[in-house]
């Protein structure tokens, strides 16, 4: 049973800074690509980021280009994303995602195992 639970959500001031992490079990880690969407409210789930099994490659939306960086330790089962410089606008509940459907994908419907997600709320 795939399982991944996220952790690091909170309440921000605009121009800080959070960690997220999210732990995965019974899933090969280390063959996924692991994604980091979110959803704010009366809007689509969206991707935010991605990052390949092995850490080469990596997609960031537009939106958090410069500001945002995931990572992944596959000697732990986690993937992070570390947000800088919040803004208001990024308020939304965050989730990872895993896909074992493809080696390297930054569709939606590709990624199959989810988290529950964790709120991140920016104050501005």
């Known amino acids: 049973q795939v399982q991944l639970v996220e952790s690091g959500g909170g309440l921000v001031q605009a121009g800080g800074s959070l960690r997220l992490s999210c732990t995965a079990s019974?899933?090969?880690?280390?063959?996924?690509?692991m994604g980091w969407f979110r959803q704010a409210p009366g809007k689509e789930r969206e991707i935010m980021t991605a990052?390949?099994?092995?850490?080469?490659?990596?997609y960031y939306t537009d939106s958090v280009k410069g500001r945002f960086t995931i990572s992944r330790d596959n000697a732990k089962n986690t993937v992070y994303l570390q947000m800088n410089s919040l803004k208001p606008e990024d308020t939304a509940v965050y989730f990872c995602?895993?896909?074992?459907?493809?080696?390297?994908?930054?569709?939606?419907?590709?990624?199959?195992?989810w988290g529950q997600g964790t709120q991140v709320t920016v104050s501005s």
């Open positions: 995602a895993a896909s074992s459907r493809a080696r390297w994908t930054i569709k939606k419907d590709d990624y199959t195992d």
């Open positions: 019974g899933v090969p880690f280390s063959s996924v690509v």
């Open positions: 990052i390949s099994s092995n850490s080469v490659l990596r």
